[in-house]
T-cell receptor, first 116, second 111 residues
Framework: SAVISQKPSRDICQRGTSLTIQCQVD?????MFWYRQQPGQSLTLIAT?????????ESGFVIDKFPISRPNLTFSTLTVSNMSPEDSSIYLC?????????????FGSGTRLTVV | GENVEQHPSTLSVQEGDSAVIKCTYS??????FPWYKQELGKRPQLIID?????GEKKDQRIAVTLNKTAKHFSLHITETQPEDSAVYFC??????????FGQGTELSVKP
């Protein structure tokens, strides 16, 4: 399965600022996904990042708040903009090794964000 | 879109007993159903998965069953051990290429 390096692992940010989270994959992948996991909650899909096109956002998430870049098949960034305490969560990137019938999803180690 | 419901939210068992976690999904086009284990402070780890053309799959003490007609699938852990304590998530993968997660079950195995 793919190996994902995600950084930063954690950060404490002031409200009103922005944080960019990076994910680097050790192999080329078509689709990358960004999830949010609020404290004690499940994983909620924010958006799907496709190389060469704009990200596709899920209901309740907008590009102005969570801009995503996908410059190539091994890298993506998620920015959490104009942060408020409600944005305090763990953010995880994920890739699928879809192809040859294998749908396995692998997750990055996560970014624990605290907004104060 | 897909909706995945997971029960129970918490489950406490004695070491050596079995644990069962159940999930239902809404999108009949979903064709892949993984289960993840998340230990405190760590990323979700895939523990077992099943595809829609299979009714049951087993891997040592862990098994998953799928009922496509009823649109539900279950995780079975036998001979539970304290290290099985974690949060377990079911998920469903649909034709849109998205993995949608259930709400999670916090399993506690008491020695």
């Amino acid at each position: 399965s793919a190996v994902i390096s995600q950084k930063p692992s954690r950060d404490i940010c002031q409200r009103g600022t922005s944080l960019t989270i990076q994910c680097q994959v050790d192999s080329q992948v078509t689709m990358m996904f960004w999830y949010r996991q609020q404290p004690g909650q499940s994983l909620t899909l924010i958006a799907t990042a496709n190389q060469g096109s704009e990200a596709t956002y899920e209901s309740g998430f907008v590009i102005d708040k969570f801009p995503i870049s996908r410059p190539n098949l091994t890298f993506s960034t998620l920015t959490v903009s104009n942060m408020s305490p409600e944005d305090s969560s763990i953010y995880l990137c994920s890739v699928t090794t879809q192809g040859t019938g294998n749908y396995g999803y692998t997750f990055g180690s996560g970014t624990r964000l605290t907004v104060v | 879109g897909e909706n995945v419901e997971q029960h129970p939210s918490t489950l406490s068992v004695q070491e050596g007993d079995s644990a069962v976690i159940k999930c239902t999904y809404s999108d009949s086009a979903s064709n892949y159903f993984p289960w993840y284990k998340q230990e405190l402070g760590k990323r979700p780890q895939l523990i077992i998965d099943i595809r829609s053309n299979v009714g049951e799959k087993k891997d040592q003490r862990i098994a998953v069953t799928l009922n496509k007609t009823a649109k539900h699938f279950s995780l079975h852990i036998t001979e539970t051990q304290p290290e099985d304590s974690a949060v377990y998530f079911c998920a469903a993968y649909n034709q849109g290429g998205k993995l949608i997660f259930g709400q999670g079950t916090e399993l506690s195995v008491k020695p």
